[in-house]
C-alpha cells in the first residue's frame, strides 16, 4: 500500500521544483531539458489548438478570432490547487508562486469558494483572478513584442494557472 502513495508524493514535492527551475532558467536564457511530461499543440490556423489547451485548463482564456490570434508561443504551467481559498494559498507559497496571490487568496474570506488564478513571468507579482484579463494580457504581451499588424515571435509567454479543476 506504500507503494500506492509514493508516485503522489514524488508528483507533489518534484514538480513544483522543477516549475520554479524551468521558470528561474528562462530568465537567464539557459536552455534546460527536464523530462517532464509535456504537452506541444501543433496545427494549422483555426484547428482547435487553443481549444485544446482551455479544455486542460478548464476556462477559456485564450484570444479568439477569424485572424491568427496566437503569435506567441504559451508555455503554460499547469498547478492543481486543493478547492479552498486557504487550501490554494499554502499550494501557492510551496510552489513558488507569488505571496501576493498566496496572501489574497487566504483572506479570500469563504475556504468552501474554490480559487483560481494566472500568474505571467513576465508580470511579477500581478495577480489574474478574472480569466478574460488573462487573454487580454496575453493580447497586450503579443503585440508589445511581435506589434500590432500580423508578425510572430518565437519568443514565449509564460503563464502558471493555479486551480482545482486543472487537469
Not at 479552498?84 to 468552501?112: M, R, V, W
Not at 508589445?144 to 509567454?157: E, H
Request: charged share 20%; hydrophobic share 40%; glycine share 10%.
Amino acid at each position: 500500500m506504500a507503494t500506492d502513495v509514493l508516485p503522489d508524493v514524488l508528483g507533489d514535492s518534484l514538480i513544483p521544483v522543477i516549475n520554479r527551475l524551468q521558470d528561474i532558467f528562462s530568465q537567464v536564457t539557459v536552455d534546460l531539458r527536464l523530462g517532464l511530461p509535456q504537452v506541444a499543440v501543433v496545427g494549422s490556423q483555426s484547428s482547435g489548438k487553443s481549444s485544446v489547451l482551455e479544455a486542460l485548463v478548464g476556462r477559456d482564456f485564450l484570444p479568439r478570432g477569424p485572424d491568427i490570434c496566437t503569435r506567441r508561443p504559451l508555455v503554460l504551467q499547469l498547478v492543481k490547487t486543493p478547492a479552498t481559498a486557504a487550501g490554494a494559498a499554502e499550494k501557492a507559497a510551496a510552489t513558488g508562486g507569488s505571496l501576493a496571490a498566496a496572501a489574497k487568496a487566504a483572506a479570500g474570506g469563504n475556504n468552501s469558494q474554490p480559487t483560481e488564478w494566472g500568474e505571467f513571468l513576465h508580470a511579477p507579482g500581478k495577480v489574474f483572478h478574472d480569466f478574460g484579463l488573462i487573454r487580454a494580457e496575453i493580447q497586450n504581451e503579443t503585440e508589445r513584442v511581435s506589434g500590432g499588424n500580423k508578425n510572430v515571435s518565437d519568443k514565449p509567454i509564460r503563464l502558471k494557472i493555479y486551480s482545482p479543476s486543472v487537469l
